[in-house]
């Protein structure tokens, strides 16, 4: 079954940057899709950018020109390169691997997520 971790959550001043890494241990479907969520106090779980099978991202609006997915298949990680943070920013993000994404979350039984690590954008 795969599994997955996220690293490089921290806390940074409005402005600035972070890149969060997902490990992913286990076989991944070349025909699956991943992303990144966020969830932030009392909001819904939110897609931030979904990467699909054949590498075209799709971000949510409040991100796009912010933020950049990328994956490195060789070594089963995806990134989130964070920049020009804001405090509404601020959130748990969790990586999510599926045969099917959508805009909240799994599609399928099948998928999985990761643990989350907390993102905090403040002065």
């Known amino acids: 079954q795969v599994q997955l971790m996220e690293s490089g959550g921290g806390s940074v001043p409005p402005g600035g940057s972070l890149r969060l890494s997902c490990a992913a241990s286990?076989?991944?479907?070349?025909?699956?899709?991943m992303g990144w969520f966020r969830q932030a106090p009392g909001k819904e779980r939110e897609a931030v950018g979904i990467?699909?099978?054949?590498?075209?991202?799709a971000y949510a609006p409040a991100v796009k020109g912010r933020f950049t997915v990328s994956k490195d298949n060789a070594k089963n990680l995806m990134y989130l390169q964070m920049n020009d943070l804001k405090p509404e920013d601020t959130a748990i993000y969790y990586c999510?691997?599926?045969?099917?994404?959508?805009?909240?979350?799994?599609?399928?039984?099948?998928?999985?997520w990761g643990q989350g690590t907390q993102v905090t954008v403040s002065s």
């Open positions: 286990g076989y991944i479907s070349s025909g699956w899709s």
């Open positions: 990467i699909d099978k054949d590498g075209d991202v």
């Open positions: 999510a691997a599926d045969g099917y994404l959508t805009p909240y979350g799994l599609g399928t039984d099948q998928g999985t």
